[in-house]
Structures are given as structure tokens and as C-alpha cells.
């Protein structure tokens, strides 16, 4: 074996250690370093601002951290519960609807078999009898199946609660703690040479995430707008506070706006209104289109990743570490991109396929 060969064998097997050591860290440390990772980013945020009001008004740095983060949970807090109360409100209605919905709905039913019958010249009333028996097949199973399985993990719901509550508080207590040593911790850090470039990869993943979210929510905000104007101007009830819920709820992969506009259509067809349900199927196209055109010029072309590596890395996370996956498979891709590319810069290889060592971060 040549030594360019083997050359190329270490850095895939470097590589893959790379991704298997970030996949433990994500699956396993993450739950126990995260309320401390989020506390030191927010402190090595804000540390500038924290020292010039400290200086001139003589507050002290935890004290000032503690409050700016409280005052965000607490707002964070409070959009949250306006959300989950405008959704159980619309949940409400719809429930109390559901038998004007079934008659709707079999009448559209209804219509249709007849439209069939006369057109190919099939049974309608068997068609139709076909349809509602599985439509209260699924119903019986929905009833007897999902909702005990919500009720019988309601218990989970509030450990939940209370892990959230408790990462917040733990993460409070830290950003008050990092605030006040930052300083004696940093020179810490640039007197030891592995942890300077620890802090380095950990500066380039904050940046790919500043830049992700800050696209992500460039696209919500656009997509937000671009709904509640189509539904208001299309004559839809309350048409722009179920644009803007439409709009946020495109930030969930793979279901996105179609999760609220494509239910939507279909009651504007049992209603009647097929103008309406065709607004709907049209406004989900052009939301879809909207975010395909621009996740590659906010995204791909300043981070350096093609938008469809990070879907795949959603979709992985997904899979790997279940709902927060959504943000640790793109938070794990952009990780083992960085450490990747910086263990590629620290060694290079020469004309003879010999790897010399560079200096510097």
C-alpha cells in the first residue's frame, strides 16, 4: 500500500471517528451539557455588553445576565401559551362542528357516488355505503386506540414541563456563574493550546447556526407574510391569524404549511366553496416553491452546505434522536463538518502524498 493510500484510509477513518464521536456526544451528553453549553454561548454573546453596562451603571454581570434571560423566557413563555391557546380555541370549534362536519361530509360523499353512477355507470349506493363504513371503521379506532394513548401519557406531557422548567433554571443559574469568572475562564482557556482550538471549532459552529437560524426564520417570516395575505384577501375567517399560524408551522420538516392548508382546502370543498380550497392547494405550491428558491441563496450558498444535506440531516435526526431532532441533525452535521474541516487545515499533505503539520488555529 502506497502512502497516498494509506493517507486516504487515516482521514476516513478519522472522519469516521469524527461521526461516531459526535453521535455519542449528541445521544447520550447532550442532555447533560446543554443547559451549560447554551448558558457559556449566551455569556460569550453578550460579555462586551455585559462589561460596558456593568462599568457604567455598576450592575453586576450575573446579575444583568440573569435578568435578560428571564425577561426572554418570560416572553418566550407567554407567545407560547397565546399560541396554545389560539390552537385549543380553533381545536374547540372544530370539535363542536363534528357533527355538521359528518353531515357535510356525507353529503359530499354523496354527491360524488351519484357523479359516478351516472358517469360510468356504477353502484353509487354501494360505493357510498363502502366509503362511510371505513370512514367509521377509522373513526372507532381513532376513539378506542389514539385518544386513551394521549390521556395515558398525559403524565409525560408534565415530566416534560418540567424537565423544560428545570433546564431553564439550571441554565439561568450557569449564565449567572459564567458571567461573573468569564474573564479568569478565557484566560484559562488561551493558556492551555486545546482548548483554544476547541473554542475555535465551537466559534465556527455558532456561526453556521447563527447563520441557519437567521435564514430559517427569514423564510418563516416571508412565507408567514405571504399567507396571511392570501388568506385575507381570499375572504377567509380570521384569514391572517391562520396565515401567520401557517406560516410558523412551516418550520416543521416534511408536513410544513400543508398540515394546516391542505385540511383547510378540503373543508372549503365540503362547504361549497372550491374557489377557496383551490386558493389553498395553489398557496401550498407557491409557500413550497417559495422555500426551495430560497434555502439555497440563504443557506447553501453562506454556510457551504447544499439545502438537500441539511433536509437528509433533519430527517436523520429524526430518526436517531426523535423530535428534537429536528435540531440536533443539522446541529451534528454542521459539528462534524467543522471539526472535519479544521482537522483537514491542522494536517496537509504535500506533493508526495506525506501529511506536514500547519501551524496555527
Not at 58 to 77: D, E, M
Not at 94 to 114: A, M, N, Y
Not at 162 to 179: H, Q, Y
Request: net charge positive.
Amino acid at each position: 500500500m502506497d502512502e497516498k493510500t494509506a493517507a486516504k484510509l487515516k482521514e476516513y477513518a478519522g472522519l469516521a471517528a469524527i461521526v461516531t464521536g459526535v453521535y455519542i456526544g449528541f445521544r447520550f451528553l447532550s442532555p447533560l451539557a446543554s443547559p451549560f453549553l447554551f448558558a457559556f454561548a449566551f455569556v460569550a454573546l453578550l460579555h462586551p455588553t455585559l462589561e460596558k453596562v456593568q462599568n457604567k451603571y455598576h450592575v453586576k454581570k450575573g446579575v444583568l445576565a440573569a435578568s435578560i434571560l428571564l425577561l426572554f423566557c418570560v416572553t418566550a413563555g407567554m407567545g407560547i401559551w397565546c399560541l396554545a391557546v389560539f390552537i385549543f380555541q380553533k381545536l374547540g370549534d372544530l370539535f363542536g362542528q363534528i357533527d355538521l362536519f359528518e353531515e357535510k361530509f356525507c353529503i359530499f360523499v354523496g354527491s360524488c357516488c351519484d357523479g359516478i353512477e351516472k358517469k360510468f355507470g356504477m353502484d353509487g349506493a354501494k360505493i357510498e355505503n363502502f366509503i362511510m363504513e371505513r370512514v367509521d371503521v377509522f373513526i372507532e379506532n381513532f376513539q378506542v386506540q389514539v385518544v386513551p394513548k394521549i390521556m395515558n401519557e398525559s403524565m409525560g406531557y408534565v415530566k416534560n414541563i418540567v424537565g423544560l422548567v428545570s433546564f431553564l433554571a439550571i441554565m439561568i443559574i450557569a449564565a449567572v456563574l459564567l458571567a461573573k469568572d468569564y474573564n479568569e475562564i478565557m484566560e484559562k482557556v488561551r493558556e492551555k493550546k486545546e482548548l483554544r482550538y476547541m473554542v475555535g471549532i465551537g466559534k465556527r459552529i455558532c456561526r453556521h447556526i447563527g447563520t441557519f437560524l437567521k435564514a430559517q426564520l427569514i423564510i418563516l417570516w416571508i412565507i408567514s407574510l405571504l399567507c396571511a395575505s392570501a388568506l385575507f384577501l381570499g375572504g377567509f375567517e380570521d384569514g391572517i391569524v391562520i396565515g401567520l399560524f401557517t406560516g410558523f408551522m412551516d418550520m416543521l420538516p416534511f408536513i410544513g404549511t400543508g398540515l394546516v392548508l391542505m385540511p383547510l382546502a378540503f373543508w372549503q370543498i365540503l362547504n361549497g366553496y372550491y374557489a377557496k380550497a383551490v386558493i389553498c392547494v395553489i398557496l401550498y405550491v407557491v409557500c413550497a416553491l417559495t422555500r426551495e428558491f430560497l434555502e439555497p441563496k440563504l443557506i447553501g450558498e453562506r454556510m457551504g452546505i447544499f439545502p438537500v444535506v441539511i433536509l437528509f440531516s433533519v430527517y436523520a435526526g429524526v430518526k436517531l434522536f426523535g423530535v428534537f431532532g429536528i435540531v440536533k441533525g443539522p446541529l451534528a452535521l454542521i459539528t462534524v463538518y467543522e471539526i472535519y474541516r479544521f482537522m483537514k487545515d491542522r494536517t496537509g499533505v504535500d506533493g508526495n502524498g506525506k501529511r506536514e503539520e500547519k501551524r496555527g488555529i
